[in-house]
C-alpha cells in the first residue's frame, strides 16, 4: 500500500523559513514523481512545486519562485519543500501527492497527475 506522510508545519514569523517533509512509502520497484500542493481556507488547492521521478526536473509556481525548492532523496524516500522568505500570503495547508511509474514521470503542479496523497501539514505565517 502506498503512503505519503507530511510533516514540518508550523506557525512563523513573515521573512522566516520552514522545511516540509515528505515520506514516500510502498512503491516498491516502480519510480515515483512528486509535488507540493496547498490549499488556504475558502480557495482551490494550487500547485506550488513538482519533481520528476530522477529528481532531474523541477518546476514552481509563480508565486513561489526565488523562495521555495524542492528537493528529492530517493535514498531516503523523502520529499522536501525548503521554503524562504515566508509571506502570510503562503498560509495554508500544504499537501505532498505522487505517482508512480515503471521508468520516469515528469511530476509538475497538475493535481490530476497524481493518484497518491498525504493528509496535509499546516502552514501559518503571521505578519
Known amino acids: 500500500e502506498v503512503q505519503v506522510v507530511e510533516s514540518g508545519g508550523d506557525s512563523v514569523q513573515a521573512g522566516g523559513s520552514l522545511r516540509l517533509s515528505c515520506a514516500a512509502s510502498?512503491?516498491?520497484?516502480?519510480?515515483?514523481?512528486m509535488g507540493w500542493f496547498r490549499q488556504a481556507p475558502g480557495k482551490e488547492r494550487e500547485g506550488v512545486a513538482g519533481i520528476a521521478s530522477d529528481g532531474g526536473d523541477t518546476s514552481y509556481a509563480e508565486s513561489v519562485k526565488g523562495r521555495f525548492t524542492i528537493s528529492k532523496d530517493n535514498a531516503k524516500n523523502t520529499l522536501y519543500l525548503q521554503m524562504n522568505s515566508l509571506r502570510p500570503e503562503d498560509t495554508a495547508m500544504y499537501y505532498c501527492?505522487?505517482?508512480?511509474?515503471?521508468?520516469?514521470?515528469?511530476?509538475?503542479?497538475?493535481?490530476?497527475?497524481?493518484?497518491?496523497w498525504g493528509q496535509g501539514t499546516q502552514v501559518t505565517v503571521s505578519s
Open positions: 501527492a505522487a505517482e508512480s511509474a515503471l521508468r520516469y514521470c515528469h511530476g509538475g503542479q497538475d493535481n490530476r497527475a497524481y493518484s497518491y
Open positions: 510502498g512503491f516498491d520497484d516502480s519510480t515515483y514523481c
